[in-house]
């Protein structure tokens, strides 16, 4: 009885060991056809940069063309094409992901589907991740007021990012209704004071704020609204 | 003279020290990976959401209740109480675990986390995937070299051993 | 072995129903997005003029068409959008973020920048999104 239970494990332990090797040359072995210098690229674009973008080169390993079908992404920020449609065994190319960074702000991460003839690895996901650098931290970036409270300065933080020393910020357009104020707390930090001259009537006004002579524009906004549901109509200036 | 008439399986008390040190070790790691769980919850259900095999309201009760299973089945393995159950119950999560993983990367889904949540994600996929292997290997090894079939009668089987 | 499974599949439970009453307010039991963010097309109609339509959408589909009167406010022009949204926004009013569908993440992404970066708190993400407010017009 206890030899019976012995060779069973024994086969178990054999079982798990093939089952085990047989992945790992499943993983290996789905790789036969295109083979990925990177699934996973990860970019750094500077201040001011419109675009990153990321070239995931692969390789045909296997032994039999492979064409590309098709290449998706994950969101209409980022365009993702290939250079070829088919590949030649021992053939090399790249498929092209553009990340449009517009305003966004912190790690975004995109994804791209290459769909392929490829019998073992028919779709390949290829993932951007984008580090936008913020040069600058802006909270919060409105401040208002109700009709009739008192006009007391409210104040925005300004903090510059680690990687950018920031000598002055300055803040435009002029406001008649609205008087501002910078103060420079040292280290990087900033804080805006802005104060309505009155606030017996809804008005609101919208500043760019701009640090030294960096391209990157930062917008700001404050008001004074009523608080009833009727409808209230600002004045901008 | 008594006859017998089943055969029961009891936990064998035979087995080398180095069975108690892989108990501890595989049952440490499920006790860490359910708390890593338990404690956020909400990203969890995100992560079980992911794989796109279960729907959310099902997937976020799951998110509820596997961390704890995870965890009492650890406790399971350390303390030797319900040990046998808990060894079958956690080879049935790895198994069903690498299954979902295997099935998510073939449709091009990008999984970033393993069973261990956001804090495995610096391995690749192979690597996930020789590491599950690895533990569910050692869990179905050491069910099938802890069970000694023992001739008792039906009124001595134990359930807690 | 099958009773020692069991009696760990059911004890389990308690820990995790604890853990659950504990969330039961925190958690979103339906939907990934938390129901207080959130909010359907017909409660959304229902405030009227009381709230403000945002388009999250890219600008080409904005253009092409938008809810009447939404404002656009998306990431690719975030600091150029945020103007006229600030200029038109007023603390009583409830702001209705929208992109395609449920599953796109563009809506929820600029929801996520009002709140955390404009410090606003009524805002809600429109639940089936474009998609939704189309079936339901």
Known sequence: ?????????????????????????????????????????????AVGDKEAVGHFKYKNTGDRPVRIKSVRTSCGCTAAQSQKEAIAPGDTGEVTATFKIGDRTGTQVKGVTVETDDRVHSNIALVLKTVIAQPLEIQ????????????????????????????????????????????????????????????????????????????????????????????ATAVQQ | MNTVSTINYQLSTERPFVWRIVDLIIGGLFIYAGILKALDPMRFAVDI???????????????????????????????????????SILAALTSIFIMATVVAKARGLDITCGCFGHASKYLSFAGH??????????????????????EVLPRQSVLFR | MLKQTVALILLAFLPAIGEAIYYRHKVSWQSPVPPSETVT????????????????????????????????????????LLGPFLATWSPEKKIVVYCSTQSCNLAIEVARRLRNEAQIKDVFVLQGGWEEWLKKK
Request: glycine share 6%; hydrophobic share 45%.
């Open chain 1, 1 to 45: 009885m206890e030899k019976a239970g012995l060779s069973c494990t024994i086969v178990l332990v054999k079982t798990t060991i093939i089952a085990f090797t047989l992945s790992i040359l499943l993983c290996v072995g789905a790789r036969a056809g295109l083979t990925w210098e990177q699934t996973q690229i990860e970019l750094h674009p």
């Open chain 1, 140 to 231: 919060p970036v409105l401040v208002y007021w109700q009709t009739g409270e008192e006009p007391k300065a409210k104040s925005i933080s300004v903090k510059a990012a680690k990687d950018f020393p920031v000598k002055e910020i300055n803040i435009t357009p002029v406001n008649q209704n609205f008087e501002t104020k910078i103060t420079k707390m040292g280290n990087g930090e900033f804080k805006i004071d802005i104060q309505p001259r009155d606030t017996a009537r809804p008005i609101a006004a919208v500043f760019t704020l701009q640090a030294d002579a960096s391209p990157k524009k930062f917008t700001v906004g404050a008001r004074v609204a009523n608080l009833a549901p009727s409808k």
């Open chain 2, 49 to 87: 959401d992911n794989y796109k095999t279960v729907p959310w309201f099902i997937g976020v009760r799951l998110a509820f209740y596997l961390p704890w299973l995870e965890i009492l089945c650890g406790l399971a393995l350390i303390t030797r109480k319900l040990y046998l159950g808990g060894l």
């Open chain 2, 129 to 150: 995937l020789a590491l599950d292997l690895a533990i569910l290997a050692a869990l179905l090894v050491s069910i099938f070299s802890a069970r000694k079939p023992s």
């Open chain 3, 41 to 80: 097309v017909d409660l959304a109609r229902s405030w009227g003029d009381n709230a403000i339509w945002v388009d999250a959408r890219p600008d080409n589909e904005f253009e092409r068409d938008h809810v009447p009167g939404a404002i656009r406010l998306n990431e690719d022009r975030w600091n150029e």
